[in-house]
């Protein structure tokens, strides 16, 4: 069965404090790895698609990569606006998703 | 602008009656999807659609069932056998089959009491 773990839950940064977010995945066959930010209330919203080990993917203060077990999202002296909860997700050979519980990041200014 | 409608952003039911969830895209999409996101937990997959008249029961179709009469509408109707009906209900839209980004509405919260 496949399975997406993600880490930590939770993680509090002061603003500027640069950090990682871990996403662990079992699956056989993987077709692409996707990254979503989700704001409170609100539908999630694409960053990023990963396809295969070693790609690396950024955006502003986002930079996603992919290995054979795992993908990162580092984050770069992130600003307040960049709190929310962040999902990961991958697809197999099947057409659906499997997410991953997400890590809500909060960001102190 | 081209994007995904979901109707009411609130939906209150007392438990035991049925309710029907409203999906609309513009964006001329093939594929769509309904997931149901719990606190603290990832988004699940109650039903897709890879085209017109055809859709596929996804992880936690129990309790649900779907329509798609029309490209453009996916609705979802919440039956009285769902245990668990209160959530947060997503729906996502894809171009095709294949490995593409889905696109989310806003969502639908709703409360069954």
């Known amino acids: 069965e496949d399975q997406v773990t993600q880490s930590p839950e939770a993680l509090r940064l002061q603003e500027g404090e640069s950090s990682s977010l871990n996403c662990s995945y079992t699956v056989s066959g993987l077709r692409g790895l996707f990254w979503y930010r989700q704001d409170p209330g609100k539908g999630p919203e694409f960053l990023f698609t990963l396809y295969s080990a070693g790609e690396e993917k950024e955006k502003e203060r986002l930079k996603a990569t992919l290995t054979k077990k795992e993908s990162f999202l580092h984050i770069t002296a992130p600003k307040p606006e960049d709190s929310a909860t962040y999902l990961c997700a991958v697809q197999a050979r099947a057409q659906k998703l499997v997410f991953g519980q997400g890590t809500r990041l909060t960001i102190n200014p | 602008d081209g994007g995904i409608t979901q109707s009411p952003k609130y939906l209150f039911r007392k438990e035991g009656q049925n309710v029907t969830l409203s999906c609309e895209q513009n964006l001329n999409h093939d594929a769509m999807y309904w997931y149901r996101q719990d606190p603290g937990q990832g988004l699940r997959l109650i039903y897709y659609?890879?085209?017109?008249?055809?859709?596929q029961k996804g992880d936690i179709a129990e309790g649900y069932s779907v329509s798609r009469e029309k490209k453009e509408s996916f609705p979802l109707t919440v039956t009285s056998a769902q245990k668990n009906p209160t959530a947060f209900y997503l729906c996502?839209?894809?171009?095709?089959?294949?490995?593409?980004?889905?696109?989310f509405g806003p969502g639908t919260r709703l409360t069954v009491t």
């Open positions: 996502a839209s894809t171009p095709t089959t294949g490995v593409y980004e889905q696109y």
């Open positions: 659609s890879q085209i017109v008249n055809d859709f």
